[in-house]
């Protein structure tokens, strides 16, 4: 667990000349407002849009003409198959969709839950295709996208294009008296007057209300394409369900792996340590007991040894105990058995427990655990002078927070300790958040469901 504050502290510092932000992200001298317009993220919103009318007008012709010409055969047996085909398609464009979010929108969706059957021929995939609800959902998408694909098409092409061909009229006025016969372009006309934007003025104020359109028009982009965010991940994304059952699986996996790590651990722990001490215990009493007749001295001295072996071997075992589950927690709860292991701590540390009854037994070891941990990586790589313990509840979640003023750069992400504690929270629908900046102090703060017995 050393590179949580080993690796953690130092790094990162040195940045080049502004290039770097303090929290690794790179400066801008130039403004985001006047960035917007030539940066790729807005040109790729712009292309989302305008390749999302021509995609959203076959979809759209699809799944109505589809949709409704399998519902109109439904008095027939063929209406059936034909109404699953146009769902199975549906789902196909919705995999496009997810692509070209993907790719123009950099937005994260994964992949709703696979068609299940079980058992093969073409029945069964026809009833499975027409009980997904994501089937449903996509051509739900298929309906609703299509006039917001006209609306965000014609609004975003109608603002680009104005604002820069206003923007670039001071270069092009030229072309309105050479080509066209007028003196510039029309502002207004009827039968006796006519407006033009021919002066040094009009051309200016021309200029400069296409440059508000052109700084502008990026931002509203980036505002329609907000709402195809939410259609592509509400609609064409995995259900609350599925993403559900797959974070529970999840779950349930690191569960099984935490247990199994903990079983080789109590294993070794017991093969390495108190085992090895009782064998060679074993081992000297035998030689004792033969010298017991004829060098009782030497054997005194033998049983001396093994007396303390034992004392040893008692106490690793305590040790053990207390890592799965300690007898003061069973017998006390989280104030007592927190403040053992800050005594135990190589700083002194302050606990502060204030809970008016106590959680159930899987949750209060889940937090010992994770304080336990915690304190652990202050004594080995903190370099700290002095740590504190707060827990408490607030509504139906136990709030746990560890601080200490070392040398920080602690790094969840860096792997090892700090990560595992991480996925054992997670297990348990719990959150782990850690802020250690470079150069302390560390403040690690866990969440945990509160559960009563």
Known sequence: ????????????????????????????????????????????????????????????????????????????????????????????????????????LHLDVGDPEPLRTRQGGFMAWIGAVLKSGTS???ALYAVLHFPWAVFSFTVALSLWTYGWALLTYPLWFWVFPVWAGQDGLQLFGDETHSIYLDNPFEITVTALVGLVFTLATPWIVRALTTVDRVMVHGLLGPSRLATRVVELESDRG???????????????????????????????????????????????????????????????????????????????????????????????VEVQVDLEERPVPAIEGIAYFTVSELLQNISKHARATWASVDVWRVENRLMLQVVDNGVGGADVSAGSGLAGLAERLDAVDGILVVDSPNGGPTRVTAELPWRTV
């Open 1 to 104: 667990m050393a590179t949580e504050y080993g690796q953690g502290y130092g790094h990162g510092l040195g940045y080049p000349e502004g290039g770097l932000s303090e929290h690794g992200e790179r400066r801008h001298r130039v403004p985001a407002v006047l960035r917007a317009p030539f940066a790729a993220r807005s040109w790729r919103e712009f292309g989302y849009v305008l390749l999302g009318l021509p995609i959203s007008i076959m979809l759209f012709v699809y799944a109505v003409t589809m949709v409704s010409l399998g519902a109109g055969l439904l008095v027939t047996f063929l209406g059936v198959p034909v109404l699953a085909a146009a769902l199975a398609g549906c789902r196909g464009f919705g995999a496009l969709e997810r692509t070209r979010a993907r790719a123009l």
């Open 136 to 138: 449903w959902r996509s």
């Open 254 to 348: 690191t569960v099984v792996d935490t247990a199994a790590a903990d079983l080789r651990r109590i294993e070794r722990d017991l093969h390495d340590g108190a085992q090895a001490r009782l064998v060679a215990l074993a081992m000297d009493l035998g030689l004792a007991k033969e010298k017991l007749a004829e060098d009782p001295e030497a054997a005194a001295r033998m049983v001396d040894e093994a007396h303390g072996e034992v004392k040893t071997a008692l106490q690793e075992l305590r040790d053990l105990a207390r890592g799965i589950h300690p007898a003061v927690l069973t017998d006390r709860g989280l104030d007592a058995a927190l403040s053992a292991v800050a005594s135990r701590c190589a700083v002194p």
